[in-house]
């Protein structure tokens, strides 16, 4: 009876072996809760990148539907720009057409004018020439009256009506034009040495600008001449062997300035080579 009941009875299983068993349940349940949260970690991880992209991807067909609306924009305006180019380059052709018939309007218009003006010009020549002599007769005439109202007579400083007094240059250019004496213009400094004018020679003593005065000693004939506080303009008389009585020699000073006089000495036709000869001798 008691070796019957020791070999149905079976010993008792160890105690580590359930808590292994308890253990490898416990870690396989961890691991399941483990697996599942990377799982469901790894979706949320999923959809988020899902989002993103989908967010990125909206974007990026905003961007491109703006570039498309910005593209027809440009286009729209090219094609504006290019009607107006295209309307401005048939103004400009229109407009260079109607220039080229302006100026050959304008030479056939021209020619016609220069037909007519020379048509004109050769009919009128004659009459033009005319009117033309007759401006200048008349100006020459008035020349010659202005010429004559400048050219006066005065009596000279030794009582002797003088011939016709030049008033400066041009005066004494008209009077030698005339031909009526001789003329010896001068213009005489301050010095030392008489200076030979003429048949004569002069020597300036003194002068006063301020009252256009001066006094000179004329040399001629061997014998000195003093015109003493002479004026300008004034005919300044004296004789020399040779001229008759009737024709002195005549000085008319047109400037006085400091130490110098500027003026003309006149002699009659017949005396002066006679005198002009003698006073040679005598110096």
């Keep these: 009876m008691s070796e019957f009941q020791d ?3 079976q010993a008792p299983m160890p105690r580590w072996v359930g808590l292994a068993v308890v253990a490898l349940g416990a870690a396989s349940v961890l691991g399941i809760g483990v697996g599942v949260t990377a799982l469901n970690q790894s979706k949320s991880t999923e959809q988020t990148l ?68 020379n048509s004109q010009l050769a009919t009128k020549a004659s009459t033009d020439d005319v009117n ?22 005065a009596t000279g400083d030794m009582g002797v009506m003088s011939g016709l007094i030049a008033r400066n240059h041009d005066d004494l250019e008209e009077l030698k034009r005339r031909g009526d004496r001789n003329y010896y213009e001068f213009t005489i400094n301050k010095a030392k040495t008489p200076q030979h004018v003429g048949p004569v020679a002069i020597a300036l003593n003194k002068t006063d600008s301020k009252k256009s005065k001066y006094t000179i000693t004329v040399l001629a004939d061997d014998k000195s001449i003093e015109k ?39 002699t009659p036709k017949t005396a002066g080579a006679a005198a002009s000869a003698s006073n040679n001798s005598g110096q």
């Design 7 to 9: 070999s149905n009875t």
């Design 50 to 117: 899902q989002a993103s992209l989908k967010q990125q991807n909206d974007a990026l067909q905003q961007r491109l539907n703006r570039t498309d609306e910005q593209n027809q924009q440009l286009q729209s305006d090219l094609k504006v720009v290019t009607d107006k180019l295209n309307l401005t380059q048939d103004e400009l052709d229109k407009a260079r057409k109607q220039s080229r018939a302006t100026v050959v309007a304008y030479d056939k218009k021209l020619s016609g004018l220069e037909t007519n003006v």
């Design 132 to 153: 033309k002599l007759s401006g200048d007769v008349s100006g020459v005439k008035n020349d010659l009256d202005a010429t004559k109202g400048r050219l006066d007579r």
């Design 228 to 266: 003493k506080d002479k004026t300008a303009g004034e005919p300044v008389q004296f004789y020399v062997k040779g001229a008759a009585r009737i024709a002195p020699y005549e000085i008319v000073v047109f400037d006085v300035n400091k130490n110098q006089i500027t003026g003309y000495l006149s």
